[in-house]
T-cell receptor, first 113, second 115 residues
């Protein structure tokens, strides 16, 4: 199992550009999450999904969109990138419920200039 | 609304000493789960330990134990016999009662182990 994979690892965007951060998991997890981590800070939840076709907003959804057409994939779309979106983005997945730990991807470091 | 509070932004501990990282939480849910994660300087998130709100015993995983005090709403992480490799950021997190509820994280504590 590859676990949770994210692409790209690094990206520099200009203000106003758009991009999609890819996230794939091969563990057949139904729950998937997107977090952002600003320098020296904790993780803030952007969006999450409890299964294919179902998504919901987290703490900081503005400026982002997600889709979940398959169990495996949970892409995060940035429209009109802004400097405030400079951050490290983590995708995570878990089985539903209880004590199931979240498995994290390696992160995508995004800089918006 | 759920909230996780980690009040220690940074800690310095001598190697081989035990260390306690504080975590308090706020929730109105009757059933919930608490997690601790480690984030080394390389950036990956590493799961350490889990405690369920109905678990009667404190969770332990090797050198890690969770000091769970439900009435005080605290879930402190205890690392025994600290090692240089324990230097990292540590995050406390909570999952609420609903099985589709989100998991939220505290701001973290940066632990420095001194030789």
């Amino acid at each position: 199992n590859a676990g949770v994979t994210q692409t790209p690892k690094f990206r520099i965007l200009k203000i106003g550009q758009s991009m999609t951060l890819q996230c794939t998991q091969d563990m057949n997890h139904n729950y998937m999450y997107w977090y952002r981590q600003d320098p020296g800070m904790g993780l803030k939840l952007i969006y999450y999904s409890v299964g294919a076709g179902i998504t919901d907003k987290g703490e900081v959804p503005n400026g982002y969109n997600v889709s979940r057409s398959t169990t495996e994939d949970f892409p995060l779309r940035l429209e009109l990138a802004a400097p405030s979106q400079t951050s490290v983005y983590f995708c995570a997945s878990t089985l539903s419920g209880g004590n199931n730990e979240q498995f994290f991807g390696p992160g995508t470091r995004l800089t918006v200039l | 609304a759920q909230k996780i509070t980690q009040t220690q932004p940074g800690m310095f501990v001598q190697e081989k000493e035990a260390v306690t990282l504080d975590c308090t939480y706020d929730t109105s849910d009757q059933s919930y789960g608490l997690f601790w994660y480690k984030q080394p300087s390389s950036g990956e998130m590493i799961f350490l330990i889990y405690q369920g709100s109905y678990d009667e015993q404190n969770a332990t995983e090797g050198r890690y134990s969770l000091n769970f005090q439900k009435a005080r709403k605290s879930a402190n992480l205890v690392i025994s016999a600290s090692q240089l490799g324990d230097s990292a950021m540590y995050f406390c997190a909570m999952r609420g009662e609903n099985r589709d509820d989100k998991i939220i994280f505290g701001k973290g504590t940066r632990l420095h182990i001194l030789p």
